[in-house]
């Protein structure tokens, strides 16, 4: 499943459903862009023509650096006493791709705490090299995303074995999820998202006002106590 969020949303605004031998890189053709748009994702879908192409229409990329990348350096920048000091290089290469030249922006970045190097690339050459680490962190919302998911809906195992039925119990678990994000975001107290999952599916055969519950758990039953009197009036004769 490959899932596109919007940053300030924080819930999917385009799925797509591919077999595990596509590569990844085809959904990036599936991404309707508006002309100054950022997107970010894994270096899993490295597609350096798609990169180009994102460029000519003014759409801005940052992602990660592939291990194996090959690249000549053609212009390092120098890095003001404002950058983070974190960022190592910030540099213009070339990247040949189908005989086709590419240019993109490359920026190393060394995270004190995890010890580890992270390389950059983008298209955008204004912004400031730390700013360009910064956005690709944003990033992590996809896998609190997928996180949520995989905890808290089953997908560990599929009720059907074939496509449509796969793909309806995942649909399933995308709208569940996002009408359980609505229910945590107008709920007046604060509560993490696998533990309302687990309060709701427990009372969800019950009665009971869900948002005075939510606000108040440990309050007085009766007043929780929501039932219609005219539920079941159409089995009324």
């Not at 189908?98 to 690339?121: C, G, L, M, N, W």
């Not at 309806?168 to 945590?184: E, R, T, Y």
């Amino acid at each position: 499943m490959h899932t596109m969020i919007n940053a300030s949303e924080d819930v999917p605004c385009l799925v797509r459903f591919t077999s595990a031998a596509t590569h990844d890189h085809t959904f990036l053709k599936e991404l309707d862009l508006k002309k100054g748009s950022f997107v970010v994702f894994d270096k899993g879908y490295v597609d350096y023509l798609q990169y180009h192409n994102w460029t000519l229409k003014n759409i801005y990329f940052v992602t990660r650096q592939k291990n194996n990348a090959m690249y000549k350096s053609l212009e390092e920048f120098t890095l003001q006493d404002h950058i983070h000091s974190g960022v190592l290089k910030d540099e213009r290469i070339e990247v040949i791709k189908d005989k086709q030249s590419i240019t993109v922006r490359r920026v190393a970045f060394y995270h004190a705490e995890q010890d580890r190097v992270y390389e950059f690339i983008s298209n955008n050459f204004e912004l400031p090299a730390d700013k360009i680490a910064e956005i690709y962190k944003q990033r992590w919302q996809i896998e609190t995303l997928f996180k949520r998911l995989k905890q808290n809906f089953p997908l560990k195992y599929f009720l059907g074995d074939n496509q449509n039925a796969i793909e309806i119990q995942i649909w399933v678990s995308l709208i569940i999820g996002l009408i359980m994000l609505v229910i945590q975001r107008k709920a007046k107290r604060k509560w993490a998202f696998s533990n309302m999952m687990s309060i709701i599916r427990y009372h969800s055969m019950t009665y009971i006002d869900l948002f005075k519950f939510l606000k108040k758990p440990d309050g007085d039953w009766r007043d929780l106590n929501n039932v219609n009197q005219n539920q079941l009036s159409m089995f009324q004769t």
